[in-house]
């Protein structure tokens, strides 16, 4: 995936990522036979997160930019620290409802995930004019297949950098005006 990213040699005024975190899945079913610990889906490593995003951040970034970085209760601590030692601050916190959620360890459903607006200090990519202050750090949009971001996220983006060339890393599948990276895009392999 980075290989080919490199290779274009294309600059992105926002990063949009959904990283892999290393994660398995909690109890197995009995009424799911066959059914594993992993995820359907490749997880890494902290430290291959962090190089991939160094690459990408070093490379394929105009000077002003911004990343959202999408991250699970779990990683909270580990996804602040990659990115400040990657050099970036943390602008917002926004929190996905999910409407639904799996309950974990069967205790409370973890119905949100965490969409994190970081920014390099002196280069962060301003709100286009008309779309300042339109949205709320709350995106309410049920869920709907495993991983699958909300469709609002994407629009709000879109809204609010309008001019700017928009990658997705990690993506699963392609979003017109956006470039698309990741291993498991749909209709495609790698």
């Known amino acids: 995936m980075i290989v080919s990213l490199r290779e274009t040699g294309k600059k992105y005024g926002i990063i949009y990522t959904d990283p892999p975190w290393p994660q ?3 109890n197995l ?19 291959e997160i962090m190089e ?3 690459i990408v951040l070093k490379e394929n970034t105009e000077e ?4 959202f970085c999408w991250v699970i209760d ?8 990659i990115f400040d ?9 926004m929190v996905w409802d999910k409407g639904n959620g799996i309950a974990s360890a069967y205790t409370v459903r973890y119905s949100h995930e965490y969409l994190y607006w970081f ?3 002196k280069n962060m990519l301003m709100v286009d004019k008309e779309a300042r202050g339109k949205y709320s750090t709350v995106i309410r949009e049920n869920s709907t297949y495993h991983s699958r971001k909300p469709e609002a996220v994407y629009k709000m983006l879109e809204d609010m950098f ?9 993506a699963r599948k392609e979003r017109e005006g956006w470039d698309s990276f990741g291993d498991e895009i749909e209709g495609r392999k790698g």
Do not use: M, W
Request: net charge positive.
């Open 74 to 81: 779990k990683y909270i601590p580990e996804a602040e620290d």
């Open 29 to 47: 079913r009995k009424v799911r036979p066959g059914q594993k610990k992993e995820l359907d889906y490749k997880t890494l490593c902290l430290e």
């Open 64 to 67: 002003k930019h911004n990343v």
């Open 119 to 121: 920014y390099k200090p």
């Open 52 to 54: 991939i995003h160094d």
């Open 24 to 26: 398995k899945k909690g």
């Open 162 to 170: 309008k001019k700017e060339s928009k990658l997705e890393l990690f």
């Open 85 to 93: 030692r990657l050099g970036y601050k943390i602008h917002a916190r």
